[in-house]
T-cell receptor, first 111, second 116 residues
């Protein structure tokens, strides 16, 4: 099956710093989503981005489908950005719509 | 919209007891997914439904697990009998493919299950 690898596994930032999180996947995909799991455990949708670039406030994401990777940029990080960031992909084979998750990047933003 | 609703938010039970987790998807969504999150295995799909019909249950760990979707606004995941290794956070998610939907999945708050 498709493999999803995220890097780095852990990241510590000082408030105000910028960061780039990476997601590599082993096959072409129909769907790619970025999630933020906050310290209370809730999975929050950040981006639906199977290709191209999107921006939402301090966050932006780019997926280069032909090269099988996606990047999540966090600018001017805040302590509330702490948590785990997951990349998840869907490869729609045989009408399967399930998401395959990476192992996540754990981010800690220090004040 | 209220988003995906799950209940209970926390469940503590003893080994051997039956556990029922509940989910209400986003209104109008035609796909419903049950995922489980553990430290060892991360987030993994258990089962998903399309228009209330189970499509792929290959992730259900064993016969102790069962899921139903009696109507478009309600689904249950049942574990009987429960075991300590079932302790995990169980998420429900929903999405829409009909009417041009793209299967962007939206997750509920999860149910944290502890089996003693």
């Amino acid at each position: 099956g498709i493999q999803v690898e995220q890097s780095p596994p852990d990241l510590i930032l000082q408030e105000g710093a910028n960061s780039t999180l990476r997601c590599n996947f082993s096959d072409s995909v129909n769907n790619l989503q970025w999630f933020h799991q906050n310290p209370w455990g809730q999975l929050i949708n950040l981006f639906y981005i199977p290709s191209g670039t999107k921006q939402n406030g301090r966050l932006s994401a780019t997926t280069v489908a032909t090269e099988r990777y996606s990047l999540l940029y966090i600018s001017s990080s805040q302590t509330t950005d702490s948590g785990v960031y997951f990349c998840a992909v869907e490869k729609r084979m045989d009408s399967s719509y399930k998401l395959i998750f990476g192992s996540g990047t754990r981010l800690l933003v220090r004040p | 919209d209220a988003g995906v609703i799950q209940s209970p938010r926390h469940e503590v039970t003893e080994m051997g007891q039956e556990v029922t987790l509940r989910c209400k998807p986003i209104s109008g969504h035609d796909y419903l997914f049950w995922y489980r999150q553990t430290m060892m295995r991360g987030l993994e799909l258990l089962i998903y439904f399309n228009n209330n019909v189970p499509i792929d249950d290959s992730g259900m760990p064993e016969d102790r697990f069962s899921a139903k979707m009696p109507n478009a606004s309600f689904s249950t995941l049942k574990i009987q009998p429960s075991e300590p290794r079932d302790s995990a956070v169980y998420f429900c998610a929903s999405s829409s493919i009909l009417a041009g939907g793209n299967n962007e999945q939206f997750f509920g708050p999860g149910t944290r299950l502890t089996v003693l």
